[in-house]
């Protein structure tokens, strides 16, 4: 038998089971969108039950990326991706993962109120709410939002853990076939997670009684689940590696903290690092804040503001695929971020300068819709395009930089629109009155820095050749 005959007999050469991997890793990145923003749509009852103020939540909501930011979390889960392997990776960040989120039920579940450990946290972690406080934590926070954030700051270290794993093991199964297909299919099963969190966090919050901890204990029960669709793909993965004779994985070339410094000097890498960082920053953290714009520009409850915000990444997940696809067989990966740029920042002016005057849900919902069309374009063009920038063996380590980057607008934003929310509202105690203009204004700023950006790595890929604009599939 040949090598090639051999090659042809592997799991990855079938269909059917690199779908099925891919299926398996999809499920755990769904589950864990699913908690990222399961207290989302909650914000008025967070507020009114468990007494989070606007800049409470938006500290609360920056948690998840502080030790992936500060303690250097991600870069460590690029290098243990890169030394210890896929298998390992996925077993490991969907357990961090599910320990973080039972801490974060625990938190706002009425267990807390009233126990040791509330009055822990109401004696400790009040650090001055100054600019040099660069913790999620403050003087006044209540203590449940405390303890939510070392929950939240744990499953951060999972949930982006899993980001990179998931992305390098699409990269291991698919790579010369529909790459871009898989990664486009996987964003888009993890974006209908986000779908179910706006319109099913606030129905099940609201069975009487009405309790915000309920769609949060449902989401840790989901969290396990996907433990066991990672492990499952362990199984998959280890007898792929045995059929290409790869037992160790990729040990036969180690990865070298040395290695590092071929990722920082490369300048395009850098230009794509920083285009997902302002790119993420107007769409992630605007996630937080979404559902609170609508009832307040709309005059909607949660419920209502969710039907309208589900049509963002139901479109989102729809389209995806389709976008990959056309990006594995035409090419134009450069072309299609700077659109995806351009049609964020028409959204973000919209609810900026739009909507509050019109008060109309028609506008709501074409920006919403345009933004979901953004959200397809950039991350099918993006994520795909880092493999033909990095060394494949640095591919973990490299996607690893790039969430790293990322998470520091990701920490950083939420916080900065909470406060700029907060400033911009003097007086302003009801919920359901804030004006969102300033907010919204700060957002499409991040898209026009972004738009600079895709016309530079544009500009960078027609003088260097990268292939940005070619297709995937050789």
């Not at 920490?411 to 900065?416: D, G, K, L």
Request: with cysteine; glycine share 8%; net charge neutral.
């Amino acid at each position: 038998m040949t090598t090639t005959d051999k090659i042809h007999q592997t799991l990855r050469d079938s269909k059917g089971a690199r779908w099925t991997a891919l299926v398996l890793l999809a499920s755990a990145m769904f589950f864990g969108y699913i908690f990222m923003d399961i207290l989302s749509p909650l914000q008025e009852l967070l507020q009114t039950q468990r007494g989070w103020s606007p800049s409470t939540y938006g500290h609360y909501a920056g948690s998840e990326t502080f030790l992936n930011v500060f303690v250097f979390f991600l870069i460590f889960a690029g290098i243990i991706l890169d030394k210890m392997g896929v298998r390992f990776t996925a077993i490991l960040s969907g357990t961090v993962m599910l320990v973080g989120a039972a801490v974060n039920w625990y938190a706002v579940s009425d267990a807390f109120t009233g126990s040791g450990a509330e009055t822990f946290m109401d004696a400790h972690l009040n650090l001055p709410d100054s600019w040099w406080n660069v913790t999620p934590f403050f003087e006044g926070m209540p203590a449940s939002a405390k303890m939510s954030a070392i929950g939240f700051m744990f499953f951060g270290c999972g949930v982006e853990m899993a980001g990179i794993t998931v992305s390098r093991g699409i990269v291991k199964w698919f790579k010369g076939k529909e790459m871009a297909l898989a990664m486009g299919v996987e964003m888009a099963i993890a974006r209908i997670g986000v779908a179910v969190v706006v319109l099913g966090s606030p129905v099940l919050a609201n069975i009487s009684p009405v309790s915000v901890s309920r769609p949060v204990a449902v989401a840790v029960l989901l969290l396990l689940i996907g433990l066991i669709a990672f492990i499952t793909y362990a199984f998959m993965d280890k007898k792929l590696e045995v059929q290409l004779g790869e037992n160790d994985e990729e040990k036969d070339d180690p990865f070298k903290i040395s290695d590092l410094g071929m990722i920082f000097s490369s300048k395009v890498f850098w230009i794509v690092a920083l285009l997902c960082v302002l790119y993420y920053s107007a769409i992630f953290p605007f996630q937080k804040y979404a559902i609170n714009m609508l009832q307040c520009n709309l005059g909607y409850t949660a419920e209502q503001a969710g039907w309208v915000f589900f049509v963002f990444p139901l479109g989102a997940a729809a389209i995806t695929p389709l976008l990959g696809n056309f990006l594995d067989r035409k090419g134009k990966g450069a072309s299609m971020l700077m659109l995806g740029a351009v049609l964020m920042i028409v959204c973000h002016l919209t609810f900026a300068l739009v909507l509050p005057s019109t008060q109309s849900v028609l506008v709501a919902y074409a920006g919403i819709i345009l933004l979901g069309i953004s959200f397809s374009l950039v991350p099918a063009a993006l994520w795909p395009s880092v493999p033909k920038l990095v060394d494949s063996r640095l591919l973990g380590s490299a996607y690893a930089v790039i969430f790293w980057i990322q998470n520091i607008g990701l920490y950083s934003f939420p916080m900065i629109i909470g406060g700029v929310l907060q400033s911009s509202n003097p007086g302003v105690t009801n919920p359901l009155e804030y004006d969102y203009t300033m907010p919204m204004l700060l957002f499409a700023s991040l898209g026009i820095l972004a738009l600079l950006l895709g016309l530079w790595l544009k500009i960078e890929d027609k003088r260097k050749g990268y292939g940005l604009e070619e297709p995937n599939i050789q």
